[in-house]
């Protein structure tokens, strides 16, 4: 069993039990802001990671997913069409977003993403009649999955879990598979693969569609729990704030998004309790982990990991080598 | 008709001081490819400092301009120290250089609501440039009509720069193709450095060139981050022409826009920006698609 | 459990040697031991901290002035940074009522941030005081937890209305704020008001949140004898600036956030002949008022306005309320109900009761802005009360129902009329 494999069954275990060993209701709850925070960065590093497409304009699907579910439920509609609807929407709008947003890649793309997220901002603010412009929209009450109530921090977590853990399995799959090999292919040959016969568009579209699925989930997710949508949660610092998740954790990585929302909503949500200038201390840790950890905390620790291991292995053979020298 | 003449020139003065802003982005854009989102957070340092030299520090009080060079430069060796130890260690990393740039941007913006506090700052504007120009029953303020001035010599002195001093040339070199300028024997590094720091102080000078306009306050950065944006994509990165013409066009639409179409008031910036990066993705004058 | 030691909690309990507690209340036998818990939603980073830094400083200095003890009891403080974020303002007020368990909630700051917990406050019971202005929320959706000793987004506009035309003979008015809640609430009382009274609006204008230039706007104000605005935190201070630049001479009114007294240290000679209409004025002369300045200016040297004279009013209201529920508040209701019954005479900003809707009766004040050099507090700008208005409702002078027949104030509401 090599370590990886201890360490993820340690982790599972953990997130399973851990409404039992996390003190209180409180942090349960910043735990589930965490999960569904990772699904929505696992969503945007299916583009920006495997893809090497960097997309700042990503909270505006997930802000169309949230409002979509919001303005169901507030027109009466029950929870499986609202969820359905904010999932087709946020589909299609992901479709015409890639549409457009294809047409370049590299900064051109972040460029375009940007002004996308932006113009999905200001409709939010102006499309009064449908989102309540920054008044928002107040939700009451949670689904009812097969009838279960979903009301309480445990509950919801757990719901979230599920939820998490489906989403992880698919990346992982969708990364290990021939479609993931191509994506990664056209980010770091897009010519090659094109001359290999690889229909790139058609492989970065589809990757944007998949990440459009986990994007909306999270939007849903992220709906229910604060029960309230307003155009402050997709303007351009809540896509900026994806993206430093993505990049902070390890972009192109499966574990990274995890550690980089994890990082970033504790900051946030706990850190800010005891420092004042905890804005200050996130950036510095962001430009921190520039100067240690370039490509990320996840792979970043790997390789550290990785070389204290082979300084002992190394120590350990010299020490071996003197041991077996003096002794011949 | 007052309203009309009113906006135009309002339009090329707003233009003026999107050119100070956006000059800088673009060069360092255009050399080292480096989207730089720490520029608004520069502007805003720039005119906190130039605002601290104005109003008095340590009882002293400078005259506006002398405040202006020294917030310029100031900011401009925060620029050096930034490339030389940070930016130079990740080329070629956009992601790195993303999550450096704004994590600086966080710090700084931070730095400044702790050292300054929430209120806003208000800069008096010089004393040489109070008073207003009266066409008919047009008015307008004579500081305003002195930032067309300035940004106008401002890109003089740039072009002048880029044109005919070997440093120009240079930099063109290293915007044209960087591969070919270090085989030829420039020291592209150190190019680096320069820019960057050019570019920091011009975001700085502008920061307190629009202070006397805007006022000074905490979120300057990010009310003024997305107009450099546009006007580098407009006008194209990497050409100084570009963001000259860049902001000038972009001055228009944010005055006219705004005043004739309340209703897209929100759109009237990003649709532009989005039609210009589907239809011609260099801008109307860049030296490379982005 | 939280083991922090904040520096607020840090200040709080060394505060409690500090100087004696003005208001001496006959403490029967309550529960003594279990301290009091307060907590505190404010905004101390990004574009809204301005308000946000000084809302704590208004709670902070109460506390100190009182010996950290509310109606006898030891208080014990947690004052959350939401970021100015809906999202974070949930998460916050969470880990004050789950975490903490705090008695009470003070703020938060924006009417997004007070919606966004408007039905978990409902749910868990705790009473809330902010002074974010959502009308609705003591009017067509009142939330029996929430009560508001400031004033409602409209309140202080209404009056501003009805003084502009009534007292300064305004006959025709243009508008302009910032293109949101807050700014129709505000601009919808002021255009209600003032047209009641005779007068009309031609124009009504509103901007995009985070305008670096108002010019485009104010190109278009002609044709009016009045312009009001009512722009929030710091903006009133380049809106005026340019408006001044292009020696626009209509004179300019505006509500509580416009001619905030905290602005007065910032503005420059533009703001020079501003009316403004607020629930609290620097000017007061009444002990209450003289002994919050005094002791904000010695713990914090900064000389208050709006948002820290509100938040100190809070805490005499919850002090107040406390004391009549008995020092305990483990039966919310009674405790709620004794919130809503407080009466008080002497705060900072004078006498102040509420309506059965949670939302304040009390007195505004116009005042007008004027140079001197002789201002108190180093200042060299003040605000000169002109006209006192007494026991102003969230209605004006409408009746109730009539009122809340209306649909709320917004950009179509009331429509503009023909002038």
């Not at chain 3, 005499?316 to 809503?340: H, I, P, Q, S």
């Amino acid at each position: 069993m090599s370590a990886r494999v201890i360490a993820l069954a340690v982790g599972f275990v953990a997130l399973v039990t851990l409404p039992y060993w996390m003190p209180g209701i409180y942090y349960i709850n910043v735990s589930s802001q965490i999960l569904f925070s990772a699904i929505f960065a696992l969503g945007l590093n299916i583009l920006a990671g495997y893809g090497g497409l960097v997309s700042l304009g990503h909270a505006g699907l997930f802000g169309i997913a949230a409002y979509a579910t919001g303005y169901m439920l507030q027109h009466g509609f029950g929870h499986p069409i609202a969820i359905l609807t904010a999932l087709v929407g946020g589909m299609a709008s992901m479709a015409v977003y890639a549409v457009l947003s294809l047409r370049a890649t590299g900064i051109g793309f972040i460029m375009i993403t940007l002004a996308l997220g932006e113009i999905i901002w200001g409709l939010a603010y102006r499309w009064i009649s449908i989102t309540g412009g920054d008044n928002g929209i107040n939700l009451h009450g949670r689904p009812q999955p097969f009838g279960i109530e979903i009301n309480t921090a445990n509950s919801f977590y757990y719901t979230t879990l599920v939820v998490f853990l489906v989403a992880f399995a698919a990346v992982a799959v969708f990364v290990r598979s021939p479609l993931g090999a191509a994506l990664m292919g056209t980010r770091d040959q897009a010519r090659r693969m094109n001359a290999l016969g690889y229909h790139v568009w058609a492989i970065r579209f589809w990757a944007c569609m998949f990440s459009g699925l986990l994007t909306a989930i999270a939007g849903i997710l992220f709906v229910y729990y604060t029960q309230f949508i307003s155009p402050q949660a997709l303007d351009l610092t809540a896509s900026a704030e994806v993206v430093l998740m993505v990049i902070a954790g390890g972009a192109g990585t499966l574990l990274g998004p995890i550690v980089g929302a994890a990082l970033v909503i504790v900051v946030k949500s706990v850190v800010s309790g005891f420092i004042e200038r905890w804005n200050m201390l996130l950036g510095a840790i962001f430009v921190a982990i520039v100067i240690l950890m370039p490509e990320g905390l996840v792979p970043g620790t790997a390789r550290l990991w990785r070389l204290a291991w082979r300084k002992a292995g190394a120590q350990a053979s010299r020490e071996a080598e003197r041991k077996a020298g003096t002794g011949s | 008709m007052t309203f009309w003449l009113l906006l135009t020139v309002n339009s090329i003065t707003f233009g003026g001081l999107l050119f100070l802003l956006a000059a800088g982005f673009s060069l360092i854009f255009g050399l080292m490819r480096i989207p730089n989102l720490t520029h608004g957070s520069l502007f805003m340092l720039g005119a906190y400092f130039g605002a601290t030299f104005v109003g008095g520090y340590l009882s002293l009080t400078f005259n506006f301009w002398l405040a202006v060079l020294m917030a310029t430069v100031l900011v401009a060796a925060f620029g050096a120290v930034i490339e030389r130890f940070l930016l130079r260690q990740l080329p070629g990393q956009p992601m790195a250089q993303v999550l450096v740039t704004l994590g600086i941007s966080f710090i700084v913006a931070d730095f400044c609501l702790m050292v300054w506090g929430g209120d806003p700052v208000r800069v008096d504007t010089p004393e040489s440039l109070t008073g207003f120009l009266r066409y008919g029953p047009m008015v307008f303020p004579h500081y305003r009509l002195a930032v067309i001035a300035i940004a106008a010599a401002a890109a003089l002195g740039l072009w002048l720069l880029l044109d005919r001093t070997r440093l120009g040339a240079m930099i063109r070199a290293g915007v044209d193709d960087p591969d070919m300028a270090r085989v030829v024997g420039i020291r592209v590094s150190q190019l680096f450095t320069i820019v960057f720091a050019l570019g920091a102080g011009l975001a700085a000078f502008a920061g307190i060139i629009g202070a006397p306009i805007l006022s000074v306050y905490p979120g300057l950065d990010q009310d003024m981050l997305p107009l450099a944006l546009v006007v580098v994509i407009l006008g194209g990165s990497g050409s100084l022409l570009g963001s000259f013409v860049g902001s000038i066009v972009i001055g228009f639409i944010y005055n006219f826009g705004q005043a004739l179409l309340p209703e897209l008031s929100y759109f009237v910036l990003f649709l532009p920006m989005l039609v210009v990066l589907l239809v011609r993705p260099q801008g109307l004058f860049g030296r490379f698609v982005p | 459990m939280s083991r922090k030691m904040t520096r607020r909690k840090f200040m709080a309990a060394t505060a409690a040697g500090a100087a004696a507690a003005t208001f001496k209340f006959p403490t029967p036998g309550i529960a003594q031991g279990a301290p009091f818990k307060v907590g505190l939603l404010t905004v101390k980073t990004g574009g809204l901290a301005q308000g946000g830094i000084q809302m704590e400083q208004g709670v902070l200095t109460w506390l100190k002035e009182h010996g950290n003890k509310m109606a006898g009891r030891k208080v014990e403080f947690f004052s959350a940074d939401t970021g100015g974020k809906p999202a974070g303002t949930k998460t916050k007020a969470q880990e004050l009522v789950e975490r903490d368990k705090v008695d009470v909630i003070l703020g938060p700051l924006a009417a997004f941030e007070l919606l966004a917990i408007d039905d978990y406050i409902e749910q868990h019971k705790t009473p809330t005081l902010s002074l974010a202005g959502a009308d609705d929320l003591t009017q067509r959706r009142p939330n029996p937890y929430f009560l508001r000793p400031s004033a409602c987004s409209s309140q202080a506009m209404h009056v501003m209305g009805h003084y502009a035309a009534k007292e300064m003979g305004k006959k025709r008015a243009i508008t302009v704020d910032w293109d949101f809640a807050f700014g129709y609430e505000q601009e919808g009382g002021f255009q209600a008001a003032f047209e009641k009274d005779g007068g009309c609006v031609t124009k009504k204008l509103y901007t995009p949140l985070g305008t670096p230039d108002y010019t485009p706007y104010i190109a278009q104000i002609s044709g009016c004898d009045v312009v009001c605005q009512g722009f929030p935190g710091g903006v009133p201070l380049r809106f005026l600036k340019q408006y001044a630049n292009f020696g626009l001479k209509f004179p300019l009114v505006t509500g509580e956030t416009g001619g905030d007294d905290a602005l007065l240290h910032s503005f420059g000679d533009e703001a020079v002949g501003q009316t403004s209409a607020c629930p609290y004025t620097l000017d007061l002369k009444t002990d209450g008022n003289q002994r919050f300045i005094k002791a904000i200016l010695k713990d914090f040297k900064v000389v208050p306005g709006f948002y820290a004279a509100g938040l100190y009013v809070n805490c005499d209201v919850v002090e107040a309320g406390l004391k009549a529920a008995g020092g305990t508040t483990d039966n919310k209701e009674k405790f709620m109900a004794a919130l809503k019954a407080v009466d008080l005479k002497d705060t900072p900003r004078g006498p102040i009761k509420f309506d059965h809707l949670g939302n304040v009766v009390g007195d505004f004040y116009v005042r007008v802005c004027e140079k001197r050099s002789d201002a108190p507090y180093g200042l060299k700008l003040w605000n000169k009360t002109v006209k006192t208005y007494k026991d102003v409702s969230q209605f004006w002078t409408w009746p109730e129902k009539e009122f809340l027949a209306h649909p709320v104030y917004s950009r179509d509401y009331p429509p503009l009329k023909k002038c």
